[in-house]
């Protein structure tokens, strides 16, 4: 969102640098909502820009194979997991929600 508002600004390449010089951008809960083809290039852009100069940290629920969806774009989805998964080390959690864990229906 805020990279979409610096663009109506005018202020999208200041931000994208903005963006661009953390060490480290933690993306959290990456396709929990879909995102639009003006925002999927907005990210592209991001995600180029950072890419093999600075750490990116995805968290998500959702498999590689799914992001086309995510993205409305297969290859804009594909141009992103190249960057991403270039240099990547990938960890897969599986089990129970740590944040169900003291759930009622989790005391069986």
């Known amino acids: 969102m805020q990279l ?5 600004e005018n202020r999208l390449e ?3 640098k903005n963006y661009a010089k953390y060490k480290l951008l933690i993306i959290d809960e990456i396709g929990y909502l879909p995102i639009n083809q003006e925002d999927s290039n907005l990210f592209f852009q991001l995600i180029d820009m950072r890419y ?8 998500t629920n ?5 992001w086309d969806k995510i993205f409305f774009d ?34 069986e």
């Open 14 to 16: 200041a931000r994208l």
């Open 62 to 66: 959702i498999t590689f194979e799914q």
């Open 74 to 107: 297969a290859v804009v989805a594909n141009a992103i997991l190249d960057r991403i998964l270039h240099h990547a080390h990938i960890i897969t959690i599986t089990g129970k929600s740590y944040r169900l864990k003291d759930c009622l229906f989790n005391k």
């Open 52 to 59: 093999e100069t600075k750490s990116t940290i995805f968290t």
């Open 4 to 8: 979409k508002r610096a663009k109506l």
